[in-house]
């Protein structure tokens, strides 16, 4: 069982930047940055391989943030800058055991979740 605990989340206005974080208690072949919004399906936003470092971003926020992983201290980080208003949503955390995709549906541990909210 892997426990992860988002922080770093809050409000901001357009154009601004947020580093989200999450600490986990056991060590997964991969980890990812998710988010939702109400009445929508979960996106995956960011992906990073704990062995190699390789990552994968969804298209509409490469360029933009940046997922990168401590593994001394075994906390995810997503940088976030030019943030927009359509990047509003609940952020989560997760890991998968056994494979490196923006797949929600692969991935087995999730985080709690931290609000995100970007005005104009």
């Known amino acids: 069982q892997v426990h992860l605990v988002e922080s770093g989340g809050g409000s901001v206005q357009a154009g601004g930047s947020l580093r989200l974080s999450c600490a986990a208690s056991?060590?997964?072949?991969?980890m990812g940055w998710f988010r939702q919004v109400p009445g929508k399906e979960r996106e995956g936003v960011a992906r990073?391989?704990?062995?190699?470092?390789?990552?994968g971003y969804a298209d509409s926020v490469k360029g933009r943030f940046t997922i990168s992983l401590d593994n001394a201290r075994n906390t995810l980080y997503l940088q976030m800058n030019s943030l927009k208003p359509e990047d509003t949503a609940m952020y989560y955390c997760?890991?998968?055991?056994?494979?490196?995709?923006?797949?929600?549906?692969?991935?087995?541990?999730w985080g709690q979740g931290t609000q995100v909210t970007v005005s104009s």
């Open positions: 990073i391989g704990r062995i190699d470092g390789s990552t």
């Open positions: 056991g060590y997964t072949y991969c």
């Open positions: 997760a890991a998968d055991p056994h494979r490196c995709s923006l797949n929600a549906a692969n991935f087995q541990y």
